[in-house]
């Protein structure tokens, strides 16, 4: 049996990609929380695909206002 996860969990390097910006500049986001905190796996940090994109669709919102 196949599972395919229905929000893949991202690395920061993968999260960073989508965002255009760099591995530190992500952190910087995560810290200043404009980029939601990771869910912990041990020692492993990720981030749901979806609350990615959903920084991106904030930050159009925001935008537009």
């Known amino acids: 049996m196949k599972f395919e996860h229905p929000d893949p969990l991202l690395k920061d ?15 910087r986001r995560v810290k200043d929380r404009t980029v939601p905190q990771p869910i912990k796996i041990g020692a492993m940090s990720r981030w749901p695909q979806s609350e990615i994109l959903a920084v991106i669709e904030c930050a159009k919102a925001a935008r537009a206002a």
Do not use: C, N, Q
């Not at 989508?18 to 530190?24: N, Y």
């Open 13 to 27: 390097v993968e999260a960073a990609a989508i965002l255009g910006i760099s591995k530190a500049g992500f952190w």
